[in-house]
């Protein structure tokens, strides 16, 4: 533990997140169903023609179509606002739909977006290619570096963008101090705060305007469903976003969202026991043959340790390592692994492992791939819920084939 962000002193928050996430939004049908109400419909009928009509001018409230609204959504949406200390959630289809709704909602031509070179592949792709086609000027930093935010900020941006931990390296940027320089010229910050989750880190507190999800990760976190947040102010989710999302089709399924939110039910006590195991597995290669390097924000060894205790509560599920051999090290130590699964998710209930010079990061190419720190060697591994030590004998297991190569 690093530090305590559970409490806050709003008085509409006067429960702690393990409660919150189990009762915020819970809103029963007179049929006093224990568990949320699945509405899985496409659409909703008016009393008459005058409440249709009021209901398009916004003069009265009530559901019109699903890809505008629906009550499991809406569930959802008032559960991680509450977590997450934000006044409006909209959720998005995918985690990346979250990312570039966010972006292309707020941006126009002859804006400028700065990013942080550390992000997922596919958001680099949006920032990289995606944006300059329409007209939007963008710049990449080293996301540590304050120096190069000051020099990149140093005159108008519409919007940064930036991942802590960052996926794979869990590169960890100093939130509050980058958002000052962001705002300073009225530049819109977003983060994505999937490594972190919603329990350890809040970026809003630290002065982030956006925080995007892809709810996939921790929060399903069982392999099940797609689906994204993207949680701000009030005013910005109405005006800017909503627009953007009812009118391009970015809609969660209601089904995806009555998920989520059983899946928000043990989210605090998986992320609990996940990161307990991340944490004695970050040890364990530490110490192990074969392992060049170990980046896990729990650990004194890693390079913005003291950062992650001032602005995280905890560290991560994620662990990143390097092993030695590259490509070929990398392919014998996951390909010996029984238990442990290759595949590019993360935050799931099952331990995974993937190779993200070959997958995830393949398409940045590999001069970039070198700036980020992800070698041929480098591993992301997404630490699950079985027993450590059936995890530490398969991380063994991989080890020994590694050597024996």
Request: glycine residues 8%.
């Amino acid at each position: 533990m690093f530090r305590d962000l559970t409490m806050s002193t709003d008085s509409t928050h006067a429960y702690r997140p393990a409660t919150r996430l189990l009762h915020a939004g819970l809103e029963r049908t007179p049929f006093g169903e224990t568990s949320e109400a699945m509405f899985l419909t496409s659409g909703f009928v008016y009393d008459d023609a005058e409440q249709a009509e009021a209901t398009f001018t916004g003069d009265v409230t009530h559901y019109q179509y699903s890809r505008f609204g629906n009550p499991t959504v809406a569930a959802l949406e008032a559960r991680l606002a509450d977590l997450e200390g934000a006044e409006a959630c909209i959720a998005t289809s995918t985690g990346m739909g979250a990312v570039s709704s966010a972006l292309l909602s707020h941006v126009k031509a002859g804006d400028r977006v700065v990013a942080s070179r550390a992000l997922f592949g596919s958001c680099h792709w949006i920032v990289a290619n995606l944006l300059p086609r329409y007209g939007v000027e963008t710049e990449f930093v080293d996301g540590h570096d304050l120096d190069a935010w000051a020099a990149a900020l140093s005159r108008p941006t519409a919007a940064v963008l930036l991942e802590s931990p960052s996926n794979p390296m869990l590169e960890i940027l100093d939130i509050r101090a980058i958002a000052d320089l962001a705002h300073a010229v009225g530049a819109l910050v977003v983060v994505d705060n999937v490594f972190a989750t919603p329990l350890y880190q809040q970026p809003l507190a630290l002065g982030a305007d956006v925080v995007v999800y892809s709810c996939t990760k921790h929060i399903d976190g069982q392999g099940r469903v797609l689906g994204g947040a993207v949680l701000g102010r009030r005013d910005w989710i109405t005006d800017t976003l909503q627009p953007f999302t009812r009118n391009t089709g970015n809609a969660l399924s209601p089904f995806n969202a009555w998920v989520m939110l059983k899946g928000l039910e043990t989210l605090s006590l998986r992320v609990r026991a996940m990161t307990e195991n991340a944490a004695a597995v970050a040890d364990h290669l530490a110490a192990a043959e074969g392992v060049t390097r170990v980046f896990y924000p729990g650990r004194p060894d890693h390079p913005q340790y003291e950062l992650a205790r001032r602005q995280m509560s905890d560290a991560s599920t994620l662990v990143a390592f390097e092993v030695a051999g590259g490509k070929e090290g990398a392919f014998a130590f996951m390909n010996a692994l029984r238990l442990i699964a290759i595949s590019n998710n993360l935050g799931d209930a099952r331990s995974m492992v993937t190779h993200p010079a070959t997958t995830t990061h393949m398409k940045i190419g590999p001069e970039e791939r070198a700036r980020l720190g992800i070698s041929d060697g480098a591993i992301r591994f997404s630490v699950g819920l079985e027993d450590v030590a059936d995890l530490k004998d398969d991380l063994d297991r991989g080890l020994t084939a590694l050597r024996s190569r």
